[in-house]
């Protein structure tokens, strides 16, 4: 596995376990046209990790490009609390 | 007798004859956790030592003695948490009765004020208080004062005046049917007040009692099921084969199961019919035969809670297969199965289920995250395979061999009962002491007269069972020509229906 996809990984896994504690950030990826293939990555990490699923190379891109946004959104979240 | 009491003239025989035995078989009951059940408390026959370990509850039976039940009294904890019990005591004093009626807590007072030796206006001017308030701390109006009171006239004139107050799911008009010493006058009145009893939407079940204490050393003997109430029935220690040899001679009803000769007479009774039916005896004593037949074998069928066990079979069955599956369990021979020992179970959540309990339905992971469901995003990726099916080459992903399983371990946390893919047969491991081949003719036929008076019955679950045992009986190889020309005479179209599938 490549250091980003490992780091995705965790990333996506991190974000479901914020779930609990942040209606906000449930809320703000709901709000995203792209809500459902965000939540797919999320799901897909969690799969991954558990050995559920195998990725093909879109399967890995999709899943960086997803953490990278997630990153995105908790970061506008928290500028916003500030 | 007092009611909710009864009285075990087996148990009073063995007092009577064999007192050794007797404290024996007491002291099995006293040292189990069974000693608080219906059948022991409920039984005028157990003495003081046996029902104060039963505790608070055993105080309905006279027998209870008078010290403990002071010291109930004197407890300010027992008392409050338990005065539906105390209440109960047949030896209630008038001075106890005089001290309660100033009780701090309002259903004391109340039971208390509505007592034989309570003070009836002091109930009128608490009941006048308590009623306009809607106060429903006292929870004792309807279900207890209403019911059992002795009704004057200007407390009845008060109580249908109010006869809408509703509390513990029933009003007090409908309660006042349930008193005792409502005079044909008061009953005229309510009649024409159009104030009616409470229609029993349960009545198809509810001639269910508790069993004969006596009937406990056999259900030991017979290895019985006990369901919820299994843990406290092993408690009991292994009776001495001297207690059930004795019930023998006294022709105990549960005796004519046992395969050998019986030399008293045993008495077809209605009493005794349930403790006969319970506990899957009768199931066990033809099914287990007749499950060597072809035609015959043991089905489990779950719906939405339900999850029913029966048998298959071209005639016997057929009610059963077509009913309605959430609503079969009332059908003859049918119960609720529950792991009895006799029988031997498997339950399975098949993949397709699995991912419906996972919503994979919704066929969208954001309708689910937006109803709140985030612990299992991982396996419901997974069961969104299951209706998408397009989904991992869209994504770019594979399930691996693992991936099912794991989704289902996830499914198997919550999943509805209904999901389960069940089945179940008899228990090869156990031990079957039951046999209608090898039970005398003398006994079959006892037993038959039992179920012929099951069908004088009303509708009910204990009438079908009968039918349906008669219906066994009507297709068992070893049931005598005798009894075979028996059956015909009922004229019951689902026995002649197995009868003609004999020749």
């Given amino acids: 596995m490549s250091s980003s996809l490992a780091k995705a990984c965790e990333s996506l896994i991190e974000v479901k376990d914020q779930f609990e504690e942040s209606d906000e950030l449930v809320q703000a990826i709901l709000e995203r046209d792209n809500a459902e293939d965000l939540l797919i990555a999320v799901g897909m990490a969690i799969a991954y990790s558990e050995d559920a699923i195998t990725l093909n190379k879109k399967g890995e891109a999709h899943l960086i490009a997803a953490s990278k946004e997630l990153d995105q959104i908790i970061e506008e979240l928290e500028e916003d609390d500030e | ?503």
């Fill in chain 2, 1 to 503: 007798m007092p009611q909710g009491l009864y009285s075990d003239q087996y148990l009073k025989a063995l007092i009577a004859e064999k007192p050794k035995v007797a404290k024996e078989f007491f002291t099995a009951i006293a040292e189990s956790e069974y000693v608080g059940e219906k059948e022991i408390i409920s039984c005028i026959e157990v003495p003081d030592w046996v029902l104060v370990k039963a505790g608070v509850a055993a105080c309905k039976n006279p027998n209870f003695p008078m010290k403990n039940f002071e010291e109930f009294l004197g407890n300010e904890e027992t008392l409050t948490e338990s005065y539906w019990n105390l209440f109960n005591y047949p030896h209630l004093k008038k001075e106890h009765i005089k001290k309660l009626s100033q009780h701090s807590n309002i259903n004391v007072r109340g039971l208390a004020l509505a007592h034989p030796f309570g003070d009836h206006d002091l109930l009128l001017a608490l009941l006048k208080k308590v009623i306009p308030e809607n106060d429903h701390s006292c929870h004792v109006i309807t279900n207890r004062i209403c019911q059992t009171v002795p009704l004057n006239d200007e407390l009845f004139a008060y109580l249908t005046s109010v006869h809408d107050f509703e509390s513990g799911s029933r009003t007090i008009g409908q309660a006042l049917w349930d008193n005792p010493s409502l005079s044909d006058l008061h009953k005229a009145e309510l009649v024409l007040s159009e104030i009616t009893p409470k229609g029993d939407g349960n009545s198809f079940w509810d001639d269910h009692r508790e069993n004969l204490i006596s009937s406990v050393p056999y259900f030991q003997l017979f290895d019985s099921s006990f369901g919820y109430l299994k843990a406290k029935f092993d408690s009991i220690p292994t009776f001495s084969p001297q207690v059930t040899q004795f019930f023998n001679s006294k022709g105990h009803p549960l005796s004519v199961l046992l395969p050998e000769e019986s030399e008293a007479e045993i008495k077809v009774d209605r009493y005794v019919l349930d403790d006969l039916n319970s506990a899957g005896l009768l199931n066990r004593l033809f099914w287990s035969e007749l499950c060597q037949r072809d035609d015959f074998e043991i089905y489990r069928r779950n719906a939405y809670r339900t999850d029913d066990l029966f048998i298959s079979h071209p005639i016997l069955s057929r009610e059963f297969e077509e009913a309605d599956v959430d609503n079969a369990t009332h059908l003859g021979g049918v119960f609720i199965f529950d792991n009895q020992k006799w029988l031997i179970g498997n339950q399975e959540l098949p993949a397709d289920r699995a991912a419906w309990e996972l919503r994979a339905y919704e066929q969208s992971m954001a309708t689910i995250v937006e109803d709140g469901t985030y612990e299992y995003l991982g396996q419901t990726l997974i069961a969104m395979t299951f209706e998408l099916p397009e989904l991992p080459e869209k994504y770019g992903f594979e399930l691996t061999e693992d991936a099912e399983e794991w989704m289902i371990d996830a499914a198997l946390e919550f999943a509805e009962p209904d999901s389960f893919d069940v089945s179940a047969d008899l228990n090869p491991l156990f031990r079957e002491v039951l046999s209608w081949s090898k039970t005398p003719d003398a006994k079959k036929l006892v037993i038959f007269e039992f179920l012929l008076l099951g069908l004088s019955e009303e509708e009910s679950k204990l009438r079908s069972d009968c039918i349906h045992f008669l219906g066994c009986m009507a297709l068992h190889d070893s049931t005598p020509k005798s009894i075979l020309e028996k059956l015909a005479k009922i004229k019951d179209p689902l026995i002649d229906e197995v009868l003609s599938s004999r020749n």
